[in-house]
């Protein structure tokens, strides 16, 4: 099998285990191409990308960018905070006003859970999903899962546990539906009050004690509060989730064994990770960066392979 | 894709590679500036071989040698009904200023070569570049590319299709010729 069995990347949930596989067997060629002397290949020298950014973001913006500049696609760039959103437009016609000028394929980032979905609904080009509001980032979960495989070559039965604001965290969503594809086992640690009630349907164990989880775990993916889309309080303080959920260098030390860590970025250094860890030999946060360029060429291109240049 | 005609084996085989190594020795004497590099996939076992008795009758201990992989620099990129995999490449030197040689098992279009000419270039600037083909399909060219050595001309039309198995592989070394494949490569 040389082929996705779908044509957007609406989140980890649209796509198979044998598609996980393919993208992280041709990352595997790409990460070969962006450690050579001249990081580029010509593929998608014929292809046009628009990133849509309608929400903040620096790693996974520049991550798509170089992707698509290192396999020569054209890009061009969209940040809602200048563009006509603010005028009134919607998202449906801001789109097809870019897609009138040519555009093959969509990345888009919205803070509504749903929008790409929405999109590949009515129109035609590829469309990547950067993170639709708490729903998925599944470029992120691949990239993860790609970061861990380079560790342990084989995820089935291997123990993950994802910490923090699971609540409102795409990243744990499709985390969660990409690890569990894979056949790992995965635990949610954090706050009772950041963990969803029914999480349990998705296969995954809670935990609330920060050392057994850690204790059980071979992989410790951390995440960060996300005050910005809480409009209650779920915490008494930040302080008080810090000691109760934060992982520091002394906590990692009374361990009898070694655990990864992995952040998906931005870290709030001393809140979930001090930063002793965050920048210690287990930590592979740089690591996960680098992987992001590969996984989402690998995907950029697996999807662009899926549109003929006779059918458009 | 039973009734394959045997146009190479055995002896003859042999002597043909035989014969492709003292030319390129011929050429490039102690290998001290050349290397050899292997297009993926099937040119790869041509290129082990040839490595392989190019160390053996010069007696030299190391020939460069790597592998390439031309997928992301094909032409035929979102216009093939099943899309290539991608397979491994592994270059761990420079190519710049050196002799580089070239080796596929069949010439075909000529394509490959193309797109390997141009992922060699990430590699460096080679001084010269050569090309060893084991079966040239000369009347079947879409580009102006010929080979530098070559094992045997084929005349074939293009619904031909031309395939070398190798001993390492499919246990006997032999050139194998099919007059009608509707997938000629």
């Known amino acids: 099998m040389s082929e996705l069995s779908t044509k957007h990347l609406l989140g980890i949930k649209h796509i198979t285990k044998d598609d996980i596989n393919l993208i992280f067997e041709t990352a595997d060629k790409f990460k070969e191409v962006i450690n050579r002397p001249i990081k580029k290949v010509p593929s998608l020298r014929d292809v046009t990308v628009a990133n849509l950014f309608f929400e903040n973001s620096t790693r996974t913006r520049i991550s798509f960018e170089l992707a698509e500049k290192r396999l020569s696609a054209d890009t061009v760039n969209f940040s809602a905070s200048s563009s006509s959103v603010k005028k009134g437009e919607t998202l449906l016609d801001t789109v097809n006003n870019i897609l009138s000028m040519k555009v093959d394929m969509i990345v888009i980032r919205h803070p509504a859970p749903g929008a790409p979905l929405y999109l590949s609904r009515h129109i035609d080009a590829n469309i990547i999903n950067a993170g639709d509001g708490t729903h998925e980032h599944p470029t992120q979960a691949l990239l993860d899962a790609f970061s861990i495989r380079e560790k342990y070559e084989n995820l089935e039965g291997r123990k993950i546990c994802i910490f923090g604001d699971i609540q409102h965290s795409r990243v744990a969503l499709s985390n969660i539906l990409c690890l569990t594809k894979l056949g790992a086992e995965v635990t949610v640690c954090g706050p009772p009050t950041l963990i969803p009630k029914y999480i349990g349907s ?92 590969a996984i989402r060429m690998a995907i950029l291109y697996l999807l662009a392979s899926k549109n003929k240049v006779s059918s458009i | 894709m039973e009734n394959g005609r045997v146009i190479l084996s055995g002896k003859r085989f042999l002597l043909t590679i035989d014969r492709l190594c003292h030319q390129i020795i011929e050429n490039h ?157």
């Open chain 2, 29 to 185: 004497g102690a290998f001290s500036n050349s290397c050899i590099i292997g297009v993926q996939p099937r040119g790869v076992r041509f290129a082990d071989r040839i490595h392989k008795r190019l160390i053996e009758i010069t007696g030299s201990d190391k020939i460069d040698f790597g592998v390439l992989d031309v997928t992301f620099y094909r032409d035929d990129f979102r216009r093939r009904d099943t899309p290539l995999s991608a397979q491994k490449t592994e270059i761990n030197f420079l190519v710049e200023d050196r002799n580089v040689l070239l080796i596929d098992d069949v010439l075909y279009s000529g394509r490959t070569i193309r797109a390997a000419l141009d992922a060699l270039q990430h590699y460096g600037r080679p001084q010269k570049v050569e090309l060893v083909t084991l079966v040239d399909r000369r009347f079947n060219r879409h580009l102006p590319i010929q080979a530098d050595y070559l094992g045997i001309s084929v005349d074939a039309v293009d619904e031909a299709l031309v395939k070398v198995e190798w001993k390492e592989y499919e246990e006997v070394d032999r050139i194998l010729f099919f007059p009608k494949s509707k997938s000629s490569q």
């Open chain 1, 202 to 293: 998705l296969g995954v164990r809670v935990e609330y004690d920060v050392k057994k989880a850690l204790n059980w775990c071979d992989v410790a993916n951390v995440l960060r509060i996300q005050l910005e889309r809480q409009d209650i309080k779920y915490i008494p303080s930040i302080r008080e989730y810090t000691n109760y959920f934060g992982i520091n260098k002394a906590l990692l030390d009374s361990l009898d064994k070694e655990v990864l860590i992995m952040h998906p970025g931005p870290i709030n250094r001393g809140v979930e990770l001090s930063s002793d860890v965050a920048d210690s030999d287990h930590s592979i946060i740089l690591n996960q960066v680098e992987n992001g360029v």
